[in-house]
């Protein structure tokens, strides 16, 4: 299936949107992660340094002068805590409350003067420690410094909560606004696809150049291809039209010379030549419909029913007043449908001519527009034989080698039909008994 423009570029675009935010949203929630590990890193490496100079020198071993000890560390669990590793000697601060910190030897290697790590506190609680190395009074000496995460955790997921509904109210109002641009933006494109359908229905004769300069070039060619054919149609109709007219003059002999006095010995020559004439005839006659149905595509002259179609019965009842024929009708939809004028006048008028002309007493006509135009036109007369009908509904069979009586007239309908797309069955009729025809055309 192929997609519109419009959706192509909703689509691709939304998906932008969508992940350059997630991008965002990942930059940022690392970003704040990372400052403010950084920024706890940092304070922990200050109190690395006053547990440094709080260390004094004892008797044999190293002890710390608690009064200078902030009092986080003194409340148990508090979540900072330190330990000091001098030979085997550890002293921890108050708030493990007996615990140890779970550094491995590895960490506590004087090679590296400072490593940051993740641990698990007494608590179970994340922690971030900073074990440092230094000397004192020449005694290698590891401090180790931790505080817990978990509070820090909590800030950083209510912000990305936060972030999270502020970006997606700003992803919602950037995509409401891009569905507006992009309508404004394309709305020359809709109103080009609209222009194109009053141009097929002949609304209009060319299409307006005041367009973006994208869609400039398109609109000229097309201006440009539809006047070279309107012009082909043109020549293509007159000269249709110049030949049949100019068969007019010898069938008009031919007709008079049929008539002569002097072929009534000869009456073979005499219907031979009736016959050649009403040939000609049908022939010039369908030649010039082929010829105005060559630009039927496009035309600012539809047909109206209320008016047109009114005005076309009337005429059949002036014409069949002698075999008082009934003509019925049943129409519904709208007034106008979008078909020209001339052709439509053609059609109904050939097809209820035959039928009147076949007609015992009733003539019903059936007409009906919902996505195709319906019509069904139904008379009382003899009908025509199984095998002619069969024949009829073949494609490709032409109706005047078929049945007689009803020749070029539908013939000339046939043409029509085809040429709107459009499909014709025929057969015998269940209410009236007679030939039924039944026409459906696109609208």
Known sequence: MIRSLQGKLRTGLLLSLITAFVVLWFFVSISIRYLTEDYIYTRLAHDTETLLAVIVKGSPEFEIESS?????????????????????????SRSLWDQNLDVSTDQTDQTRQETR?????????????????????QQPITIVVAEDFSPV???????????????????????????????RGLKPIIQLQDDLKALEKGNIHRLETSVPRELSPLVTEINHLHATLDSGLKRHRNALSDLA????????VIQQLSKE???????????????????????????????????????????????????????????????SVVI??????????????????????????NACKWADHSVHVEISQTSD?????????????????????????????????????LSIV???????????TSGLSTTLGGFRIEIKLPL
């Open 328 to 353: 019925s009708t049943n129409i519904t939809g709208e007034a106008q449908c979008p078909f020209d004028r001339e052709d439509m006048l053609e059609l109904l008028g050939n097809l209820l001519d």
């Open 261 to 323: 006095p002097s072929l009534e010995a000869l009456p073979e020559i005499k219907q031979a030549l009736e016959r050649q004439a009403e040939t000609t005839r049908q022939l010039t006659q369908r030649i010039l419909s082929r010829a105005r149905l060559a630009g039927a595509v496009k035309t600012d002259n539809l047909f109206d029913f209320n008016h047109d179609f009114s005005g076309l019965l009337d005429t059949l009842r002036m014409m069949y007043r002698d075999k």
């Open 414 to 424: 046939s043409d029509i039909v085809t040429h709107y797309n459009g499909t014709m």
């Open 373 to 409: 135009l319906n019509i069904t036109i139904e008379d009382d007369g003899p009908g025509a034989p199984k095998e002619s009908l069969q024949a009829i509904n073949q494609r490709g069979v032409r109706l005047d080698e078929t049945v007689e009586g009803h020749g070029l007239g």
């Open 117 to 137: 790590l993740y641990q698990t506190g007494p608590q179970q609680q994340p922690l971030l420690m900073l074990v440092s190395h230094f000397v004192k009074q």
């Open 245 to 252: 007219h100019a068969l007019k003059k010898p069938l008009t």
């Open 153 to 183: 955790e909590i800030a950083i997921g209510v912000f990305q909560t936060r972030l999270t509904i502020s970006i997606a109210v700003i992803l919602m109002v950037l995509i409401v606004i891009q569905a507006w641009v992009m309508r």
């Open 68 to 92: 200078r000890l902030g009092a986080v560390y003194q409340q148990p669990f508090s979540g900072h805590y330190f330990e000091i590793i001098h030979d085997g000697q550890i002293i921890r």
